[in-house]
T-cell receptor
Framework: DADVTQTPRNRITKTGKRIMLECSQTKGHDRMYWYRQDPGLGLRLIYYSFDVKDINKGEISDGYSVSRQAQAKFSLSLESAIPNQTALYFCATSGGGQGFYNEQFFGPGTRLTVL | AQTVTQSQPEMSVQEAETVTLSCTYDTSESDYYLFWYKQPPSRQMILVIR??????QNATENRFSVNFQKAAKSFSLKISDSQLGDAAMYFC???????????FGGGTRLMVKP
């Protein structure tokens, strides 16, 4: 069984629609992250959360919001999708702390297309 | 803020040969971590190798090794005895010691020729 799961895996939506991407993890990690991948730009951080009551903006948070419903669940919402939000979205988790505890584990990604 | 640069958008290598992927970064911190991730066509992000900045010894994982030059802020990945399964996107990533985020380079697409 996958440790970090994302739903849906692929989604096509229209401009102006609200959409939610969901992430669940069974690794018992406190920290969860949402990244966006665009060709030539690598992955960029959208939001991150160190525990249920902690939400922080990342590098590119405009147009996105998140919710940490439980330690194991972290969802990303696009309130009104626009075409330039077409991208591959990744959820990741980490155990926090120093050293190798910083390693992040990634979900399988969600391919989002906004028409 | 940190920046990570991968100057080679695409590389190709003959099967069984050796290839080196380049990565440079910019930071004012002295303690940090560096990673190489592999992304095959399945899209999954797979950790290949990691390096702690305080360690002078270069990390090695089987056929994968790094050349870490801290003063030059360079972190290249060497793949020996390249295999067809090594074909993928490779991302270099910087992790600050505070542990709150990874900064990725733009990626290098590696093609392996049989």
């Amino acid at each position: 069984d996958a440790d970090v799961t994302q739903t849906p895996r692929n989604r096509i939506t229209k401009t102006g629609k609200r959409i939610m991407l969901e992430c669940s993890q069974t690794k018992g990690h406190d920290r969860m992250y949402w990244y966006r991948q665009d060709p030539g730009l690598g992955l960029r951080l959208i939001y991150y959360s160190f525990d249920v009551k902690d939400i922080n903006k990342g590098e590119i948070s405009d147009g996105y919001s998140v919710s940490r419903q439980a330690q194991a669940k972290f969802s990303l919402s696009l309130e009104s999708a626009i075409p330039n939000q077409t991208a591959l979205y990744f959820c990741a988790t980490s155990g926090g702390g120093q050293g190798f505890y910083n390693e992040q584990f990634f979900g399988p990604g969600t391919r989002l297309t906004v028409l | 803020a940190q920046t990570v640069t991968q100057s080679q958008p695409e590389m190709s290598v003959q099967e069984a040969e050796t290839v080196t992927l380049s990565c440079t970064y910019d930071t004012s911190e002295s303690d940090y971590y560096l990673f190489w991730y592999k992304q095959p066509p399945s899209r999954q992000m797979i950790l290949v190798i990691r390096q702690e900045a305080y360690k002078q010894q270069n990390a090695t994982e089987n056929r994968f090794s790094v050349n870490f030059q801290k003063a030059a802020k360079s972190f290249s990945l060497k793949i020996s005895d390249s295999q067809l399964g090594d074909a993928a996107m490779y991302f270099c990533a910087f992790h600050n010691n505070a542990g709150n985020m990874l900064t990725f380079g733009g990626g290098t697409r590696l093609m392996v020729k049989p």
